[in-house]
């Protein structure tokens, strides 16, 4: 059984910074990719970042040069760093792992607000 907990959300203000993590565990013999998607209330899930096994990433259009990616492949971890959060930022954050089957964690909230 495949497990995937995110950790680091929170109440943050414009133009502040927050780090997301999110650890997978269990039976895994090879991850194709992690990422992230994100969900406001009453808009339709949309992704956020992904890397893949060979570290190729890919943002969505509304947090290029903003949000950054990373993972540490030995810990089955992957990192979203995110820069200069506008409040259009708020949702909650959604991270998945892509072995054959995709394998989803329960979300973390995200709130940027003053």
């Known amino acids: 059984q495949v497990q995937v907990v995110e950790s680091g959300g929170g109440l943050v203000q414009p133009g502040g910074s927050l780090r997301l993590s999110c650890t997978t565990s269990?039976?895994?013999?090879?991850?194709?990719?992690m990422g992230w998607y994100r969900q406001a209330p009453g808009k339709e899930r949309e992704l956020v970042a992904a890397i893949s096994k060979l570290r190729k990433t890919n943002y969505g259009d509304s947090v290029k040069g903003r949000f950054t990616i990373s993972r540490d492949i030995a810990k089955n971890t992957v990192y979203l760093q995110m820069d200069s959060l506008k409040p259009e930022d708020t949702a909650i954050y959604y991270c998945y792992v892509q072995l054959v089957d995709k394998y989803w964690g329960q979300g973390t909230q995200v709130t940027v607000s003053s």
């Open positions: 269990g039976i895994i013999f090879s991850i194709r990719a």
